[in-house]
């Protein structure tokens, strides 16, 4: 299928006439590794379906047909295409920090929440996105929440996460309106209305957290990826944390049942003496019932349904 949209001249295209047909080569101005990732996001939403192994062509299914009557849109994380290391080093740094810049924002700022939350990450021994993700910082920085309703309305920002931090949060926003009224006014004028959280964000992430991050919306599970990668589960755990900690969604219902995910979430927090929830003593108070991994992908999937 890839082969036809990027006009490929092979054997078994000539051989079914493949290159007679209508959309052949349509998609020739992109490459056929990014057909490939298309062809496979369709598959792992089941918007395209193999039925039979034997002959592995996609079939159209009823989101299929919706989708091409225009009643409903289809999503996928954009395709980067494969750079040398260099190259995707310095696409990661300057797109990071392009990104920042579309939407003006106090740097001064956002540099101050970052050492705090840094500081709350180092005293919890807890990764930083669970307290808050560069996003939800991003935020504050261009709003200047003061008040428990204005923090409440910052991106990521729930009843649980505001009782836990937003008075910290907030105390150094007041001291830094103080000190520096002119970032205030400077930024502040014009917010636009707070908007829900992206599906993914814009910037380029490392490509290795970008397949684990492809692999996941193909439906494949944590553990399923490991292996298929021939990677450690936790390289892969900490490959979602920190794409959740710069925004990404990744669905993660379906990694737990509701009642192993209430005797985890029990076990952490009949271990938080702050309000943080900390790997090493849930283990232990679980006297064997959960190793690591599975706490750490626990507490993934509890912080995602808090916030």
Request: proline residues 6%; glycine residues 6%.
């Amino acid at each position: 299928l890839a082969d036809v949209l990027v006009g490929a001249d092979t054997e078994k295209i000539r051989q079914f006439r493949h290159n007679e047909l209508p959309t052949y080569g349509v998609g020739k101005d992109r490459s056929k590794q990014y057909w490939r990732a298309v062809i496979d996001a369709l598959l792992g939403k089941r918007i395209l379906v193999v039925d039979d192994p034997a002959r592995p062509v996609p079939g159209l299914t009823d989101a299929a047909w919706r989708i091409l009557r225009g009643q409903e849109q289809f999503q996928m994380l954009e395709y980067q295409e494969k750079k040398t290391k260099s190259e995707s080093r310095s696409r990661l740094e300057t797109s990071k920090s392009r990104d920042f810049k579309d939407e003006p924002f106090s740097e001064l700022l956002f540099q101050e929440l970052r050492e705090l939350r840094a500081e709350i990450a180092r005293q919890g021994n807890i990764p930083p996105y669970i307290i808050f993700s560069d996003r939800s910082l991003h935020d504050m920085a261009r709003q200047f929440p003061r008040t428990e309703d204005e923090f409440l309305s910052i991106n990521g920002v729930g009843r649980h996460k505001s009782e836990t931090y937003g008075s910290r949060f907030r105390a150094i926003v007041v001291d830094f309106c103080n000190r520096h009224p002119e970032e205030v006014g400077k930024y502040s004028a014009g917010v636009p209305p707070q908007s829900s959280a992206p599906s993914r964000p814009v910037s380029a992430q490392d490509p290795t957290q970008i397949e684990t991050y492809r692999l996941l919306q193909q439906g494949l599970s944590p553990a399923e990826i490991a292996r298929t990668r021939n990677l450690k589960l936790g390289t892969i755990l900490a490959h979602m944390e920190k794409l959740l900690e710069v925004g990404f969604e990744i669905a993660m219902d379906s990694y737990f049942t509701p009642d192993r995910l209430e005797t985890i979430r029990t076990w952490f927090e009949s271990t938080s003496t702050d309000g943080l929830w900390r790997l090493g003593p849930a283990v232990e108070a679980s006297q064997g019932g959960m190793d690591y991994d599975e706490a750490k992908l626990a507490r993934l999937v509890l912080m995602q349904k808090t916030k």
